[in-house]
């Protein structure tokens, strides 16, 4: 890494995750001390994120809060240094190692593209799904809003059918099935995007 120091690196370091108590703490800790390992600089694919939130759209959204209040993934510890991701050529597409449920893929990438971290985007997802439109808002919401790599959280609501969040103080996401939000909106925002149990919103 420091000979060629190149623009962007990014290692996979796939283990093994236990969804039961500490298990994603270690995990994301294993991915923390493999990127200090390889000087800092280089990113990982950030699999715990993947693991606890495709277990929470599935009527876990509390997964999506850890201990200390905040995202239980790599982006909750070193996001700078975190791609997260929904699937990709392992794990989702013909090998279906471990993918994402299919019904709820906009929900995770309403996730990812509001949160911390580098996200990016499955090709098949893209272009083979036909979700195309649907992701594109998100990426235009994250861009207009300066949404950055170490942007921060503020996790309002983490129940089994709700996970809403305020992300820079600039936009609000809500993932899951449950329409009454009370007021956890303020109301200086407005709907930016929405779709299959979620939506983001923007300050107006």
Request: glycine share 10%; hydrophobic share 40%; proline share 5%.
């Amino acid at each position: 890494m420091e000979n060629t120091s190149p623009n962007f690196a990014v290692g996979e370091k796939w283990d093994d995750l236990s969804l039961g108590q500490g298990g994603p703490d270690a995990h994301r800790g294993a991915l923390k001390d493999w990127v200090n390992a390889a000087g800092g600089s280089v990113t990982a694919f950030d699999f715990t994120t993947k693991g606890v939130l495709q277990a929470a759209v599935q009527g876990e959204l509390w997964r999506l809060k850890d201990s200390n209040g905040k995202p239980p993934g790599l982006i909750g510890i070193l996001p700078q240094n975190a791609v997260t991701f929904i699937d990709n050529h392992d794990t989702g597409s013909t090998q279906k190692l471990w993918p994402f449920p299919s019904d709820k893929v906009m929900q995770g990438y309403a996730y990812i593209l509001t949160h911390p971290g580098i996200p990016s985007i499955f090709y098949d997802h893209f272009f083979d799904w036909g979700l195309k439109e649907e992701i594109g808002k998100l990426v235009a919401i994250r861009n207009r809003n300066g949404i950055s790599t170490t942007s921060s959280v503020n996790i309002l609501a983490a129940d089994a059918d709700l996970y809403v969040a305020a992300i820079d103080e600039k936009i609000m996401v809500k993932i899951g099935p449950k329409m009454d939000l009370g007021n956890l909106i303020p109301s200086d925002f407005q709907v930016a995007t929405s779709g299959n149990n979620y939506a983001v919103w923007e300050k107006k």
